[in-house]
């Protein structure tokens, strides 16, 4: 039913969101909590940086990306000098451009919950005994689940729908880097590739609406568990 | 036994807090006043939720809090029961994951009572499997209180638990505090704004106002003093009078209350004879007189003396009575011309109503 290349391209667009959301939950979970809780002086500076990739056009995040972790770039030399890694035109590369386009979109949920989160629920378990740690992993945590689900099919998402950014730093590699977006571009820049375009646009849509019932699904099913106030 | 000593200074913009008292094991402490007195202050500040600038706070041989020595203990490690105006369970626990959160405590010391016995007692057993928000306001209070309890504090901190319930559950979740005061040995403080919980609960009531303990006693020495009227709810004020249970009079249903100063008829209670009742006598339903009303429906007449008259507050003046007890009577300063009152007088007073308050079981 799906082609050789159809299979490498859904599977390489999953795996690259899964990766992406994967590693930026907890930085999305920390900064949300920060940006949810406290005032400090730069708050709003803090907040402008971590919305900043909603605004710039994903091409110049792209490039962003390219300069500064470029063979030459300011962290691309570390890492190469160091470890010998290079992101760009890999698949981890494109996970980072993808990561970083969806983290306002992972935040902006996960913050709602966090200011929708009753503190007093936090200082009852406080006075049962649960230090900070205990009650931030059995009473905050549990309790903004469901913002946190929200936010990470959002994220994975636009993840999958990522182009810009990664066609321009990972670049358009078959089997590395290039995902359904990148692979349905191609098919359409082919003369005579109207039918596959049609097929992988097809596949674009499924997976979109499987990963939103997904979503859907387990977020009623923590609902029935407990209704938020 | 264990004893809780409070000494809390602490500055909240314009508001300062001053408050020393202590509470004995086994007994409910009524820090009582208007809202805004500072209670709730207070009792954050025991449970370390909020910090003082200055003071000590000691539980038993426990230090919490020593400005001097340094000591500030987290919440967490004070040994303490909160129960919350607005219950606070964990809405994704169960009833039964709720009561059973705080007994992580107990790998510190073995459990000195009886998770069944508490469930039981508190009424609670059949809706240990459901969820907080499928439970009534009295459920979810009742679980709130078991909790605290069952995580085996060394003190119990109850701040205004019944704010939010009509008056049935009101006297409901009442009687299961009392029970539950039976069967323990630590300190209950209790913070409300009713005179009625206070008659009902309070072994000792703290006064407070504006960040300071205005009295402290015994509820019948707090609530009747006069000059403590103004912190008190306005008309509320009144006095309180212990009094036995003398004999039923059936034919009419009333119950014949026997105290010092005489008897009280009361509609009709469901007590055997002896039983402890505690009732409240409202100065705004005494009524004086100098000559023994003949034909009056007014049941209560009781013979008194005349200790004190107050100035006029308004239109009305309080006067002190000695009936064997102390009594009030807020009457009109026209009146108190006209019937040319004095102190030393002996003169009749007509009780409108007595409000049964609590019943002791002795």
Redesign the interface.
């Known amino acids: 039913m799906l082609t050789a290349l159809e299979w490498e391209a859904i599977q390489l667009s999953l795996r690259i969101s899964f990766w992406a959301v994967f590693i930026s939950l907890p930085f999305g979970v920390g900064i949300a909590w920060v940006l949810g809780r406290y005032n400090f002086p730069g708050k709003s500076f803090l907040d402008a940086f971590v919305n900043a990739p909603l605004v710039i056009p994903p091409v110049a995040l792209g490039y962003i990306l390219l300069v500064l972790f470029g063979r030459t770039g300011l962290f691309g030399r570390v890492l190469e000098d160091w470890l010998g890694v290079s992101l760009v035109f890999t698949w981890e590369g494109a996970s980072l451009a993808s990561a970083i386009v969806s983290f306002p979109l992972l935040v902006r949920s996960i913050r709602i919950s966090v200011e929708n989160l009753d503190q007093g629920l936090e200082k009852a378990a406080r006075t049962l005994g649960a230090n900070p740690i205990r009650t931030f992993f059995t009473i905050s945590l549990p309790l903004i689940w469901p913002g946190m689900l929200a936010g990470i099919t959002l994220a994975f998402a636009r993840c999958v729908g990522e182009f810009g950014a990664t066609i321009t730093f990972a670049s358009n590699i078959p089997g590395e880097t290039r995902t359904l977006p990148l692979a349905l571009y191609t098919v359409i820049e082919m003369p005579g590739g109207e039918s596959a375009a049609l097929r992988l646009m097809i596949f674009s849509v499924v997976l979109a609406f499987i990963a939103l019932f997904l979503s859907e699904f387990l977020a009623r099913r923590s609902r029935k568990k407990f209704r938020s106030n | 036994m264990i004893n809780l000593e409070v000494e809390a200074r602490t500055r909240l913009g314009s508001f300062n807090l001053d408050a020393e008292f202590h509470a004995l094991g086994g007994e409910v402490t009524i820090l009582f006043g208007r809202s805004g007195a500072g209670k709730t202050t207070v009792m954050e500040s025991i449970?370390?939720?909020r910090n003082l600038s200055d003071g000590k706070i000691s539980l038993g041989d426990r230090v919490l809090f020593d400005s001097c020595a340094g000591v500030n203990l987290?919440?967490?490690?004070?040994g303490?029961?909160?129960v919350?105006q607005?219950a606070?369970l964990?809405?994704?626990?169960t009833v039964r994951e709720n009561l059973l959160?705080?007994r992580?405590?107990l790998t510190l010391q073995p459990y000195k009572g009886d998770f069944n016995k508490i469930i039981d007692l508190l009424d609670i057993a059949s809706i240990l499997s459901r969820?907080?928000?499928t439970l009534s306001g009295g459920e979810m209070q009742r679980v709130a209180i078991g909790?605290?309890f069952l995580?085996n504090p060394d003190v119990l901190l109850m701040d205004e638990p019944l704010v939010s319930l009509d008056d049935l559950r009101k006297d409901e979740i009442l009687k299961y505090i009392s029970q539950l005061k039976d069967i323990v040995s630590i300190p209950i403080i209790y913070v409300t704004h009713s005179v009625d919980e206070v008659l009902k609960l309070a072994d000792k009531v703290i006064l407070m106002s504006d960040g300071n303990v205005q009295a402290s006693g015994t509820p019948n020495q707090v609530m009747g003093r006069p000059d403590l009227e103004p912190f008190v709810i306005d008309g509320a004020g009144g006095t309180v009078v212990d009094t036995v249970v003398d004999f039923q009079d059936k034919s009419h249903s009333l119950t014949n209350l026997a105290f010092p100063g005489g008897n009280l008829l009361v509609p009709r209670i469901d007590a055997s004879r002896g039983t402890h009742i505690r009732v409240r006598i409202r100065s705004r339903d005494v009524a004086l007189a100098t000559v023994r009303p003949e034909s009056i429906s007014v049941l209560n007449m009781l013979g008194v003396k005349i200790v004190s008259i107050s100035p006029p507050r308004g239109a009305v003046v309080d006067v002190v009575l000695d009936a064997k007890v102390p009594l009030r009577a807020q009457i009109t300063q026209k009146s108190a011309l006209e019937l040319n009152l004095n102190e030393g007088m002996e003169v009749f007073a007509l009780i409108k109503t007595v409000a049964v308050e609590g019943q002791e079981h002795v």
Request: zero cysteines.
């Open positions: 449970a370390g939720l987290k919440p967490e490690r004070r303490i029961g909160y919350f607005d606070r964990f809405p994704h626990l959160y705080g992580r405590r969820f907080p928000s909790r605290a995580s």
